[in-house]
């Protein structure tokens, strides 16, 4: 990964898509809001994640993927997948599927040791689990040596 550039990471929902980015340099991740995201128009909610790509300057983008331990593909997954597929259309930019079904048990656990709210929770969970997806996706890259590490 040259300095420059960033990943964006999307943990996609029905009512909210959490995102983070990357730093610079590919070291941590950084929450950012969570977007709404409307199941009546769909296409105005994919402009605006083609929107975040563009402004935060985004050379890959990866898509959590709630992968089930049956091995069956569920409709979240599924949700992904397409979401993942539209992506790469609108933006020209490699997307991948990463399994992230555990990243939003992390981040209510975050957000228990930290004292938030319940009423402050709204878009944040969100936004820590597309964190947390993300930081483990930059450790597996300086692990692979700076290249994308496919998941089994």
């Known amino acids: 990964m040259e300095r420059k550039d960033r990943i964006l990471a999307i943990d996609p929902g ?3 898509v959490g995102l983070a980015v990357s730093d610079a340099l590919g070291v941590t991740a950084q929450r950012l809001p969570a977007l709404r995201w409307n199941e009546r128009d769909p296409e105005g909610s994919l402009a605006r994640l083609v929107e975040v790509c563009r402004e935060k ?3 890959r983008v990866i898509v959590g993927s709630p992968r089930r331990t049956d091995g069956r593909e569920g409709e979240a997954e599924s949700r992904s ?3 993942a597929h539209a992506l790469s259309e609108a933006t020209g930019l490699p997307v991948e599927l990463r399994d992230e079904r555990y990243t939003t048990v992390l981040a209510q656990q975050v957000l228990r040791d ?3 709210r319940a009423d402050r929770k709204s878009g944040l969970l969100d936004s820590i689990a597309a964190e947390i997806l993300l930081q483990e996706y930059l450790e597996a890259l300086r692990r692979a040596g700076g290249r994308p ?3 089994s």
């Open 81 to 83: 997948a397409h979401l």
């Open 14 to 16: 029905r009512v909210r």
């Open 114 to 116: 930290t004292g938030v």
């Open 149 to 151: 590490e496919p998941e």
């Open 57 to 59: 300057g985004a050379v």
